[in-house]
Every structure is written in C-alpha cells, then in structure tokens.
C-alpha cells in the first residue's frame, strides 16, 4: 500500500515517460498468479539469475528451498505485484483532488510534504479505504502464487490460509472440514471489511 502510494505520488508529478514508468510498474498485475510463480521459482533457484550474480561472491542460496527464507520470498513476489495494482488505484484518486487545494496551500506557505499530509493524504480517504480492503482480503486469498513458487514448502513455510484449505479438500479429500474452514476465512473477512468500513464512516477529512 505504501509502495503504490508513493509510486503514484511520483507518476502523478510532471516527468518525462510518465507512461512508460505506469506501464512499467502495472505489468505485473498482467502475469497470472501461476506464471508469476513460477517465474520468480526460476529467479530464485539454487541456478536461477539471481544466484548466478550471488555466486562469485559465495553468496549463492537455495530462497525458494529453504524454509528460511521461501515465506519472505513469496512477500516479495507480493509486493512486487501488489505495488502497481495499488499504484493505478492511487493516481485515479489523486486525479480527482482539485488543484485549488493545492493552490491554496502554496499560499498558505505549506511545503511539498505539509501539502501530502494536509492536502493530498485526507483527500484520498475513500481510496485508502478500497486499497486497504482489498489489500487485507488479497492477503488472506493467497494462492496460486504460492503453490506454484513452493507448493506449499518447503516445511510448510508458506502454506497459506487457502493453500490449507485447498490440501484439506483436495489431497486429505476431507471436504467438510475445507469447506467449515472456507466459510471461517469468509467470515474473517466479513468482519474485518464491516469494521474497517464503520472506521470509515466516522472519520472525517480535516483541511
């Protein structure tokens, strides 16, 4: 969420190739979570890229083997997918905050992070509500990304919240059990998304 709001902070401003950089940062969202997966399995073996740079300095390591390093591995490929989805719903936002605010504060002598803070970041109230929520749900819907970077492993190190569910259904064919615990997660989420939304509705934007 912070990556994608600083991004869009950036790609908002006026700098050459703007578009390419938003193309850039959003195509990752474009891979489905499986090639993702799978791509990034390539990347970090034991004779993936990453390693071959690693290795003349003996720095050379099995990430997506060990149990470690495979669960802050997989954070990784979430954020590098996460930031550009949240980036494209930030500049949607920051295009709807009238420049007379930012005009008013410039004579009001607010600097660039006062005008962030008073201005830009409590006009994006609505926005940091949808990025928030999607966010947390995103993280407990993890799925294809982890079974194909690690099918769960190594040591069960990123056997997430679906992953679980999905190897009680379809590998322990227990499907009572998978669905008691989908509907669970459901109400995890519920709840979390009712309450983030009262949060919501009771604050206020302050100029």
């Given at each position: ?10 790609l ?14 959003f ?47 997989l ?83 990123t ?24 509907f ?24």
């Amino acid at each position: 969420i912070v990556g994608g709001f600083l991004v869009a902070l950036a790609l908002d401003s006026r700098i050459r190739g703007k578009k390419v950089f938003r193309a850039a940062y959003f195509l990752p969202v474009m891979l489905s979570a499986a090639a993702s997966g799978v791509i990034w399995r390539w990347v970090l073996s034991e004779n993936g890229v990453i390693n071959e740079f690693l290795r003349p300095l003996g720095l050379a390591y099995g990430w997506a083997n060990s149990p470690d390093t495979a669960l802050g591995a997989l954070m990784m490929i979430g954020l590098w997918g996460g930031i550009g989805f949240n980036m494209i719903l930030y500049l949607a936002g920051l295009q709807n905050i009238p420049d007379e605010l930012y005009e008013a504060a410039r004579i009001d002598g607010a600097d660039g992070l006062e005008r962030i803070r008073h201005v830009t970041w409590p006009n994006l109230r609505n926005t940091h509500f949808f990025v928030t929520v999607l966010a947390i749900i995103g993280t407990f819907q993890v799925f294809g990304i982890a079974l194909a970077f690690a099918e769960g492993g190594p040591a069960r190190a990123t056997t997430t919240v679906v992953v679980l569910i999905y190897e009680t259904a379809f590998v322990q064919s227990s499907f009572g059990r998978a669905t008691a615990m989908a509907f669970f997660l459901f109400a995890v989420v519920f709840v979390f998304s009712y309450y983030r939304y009262q949060i919501e509705q009771q604050e206020e934007v302050a100029y």
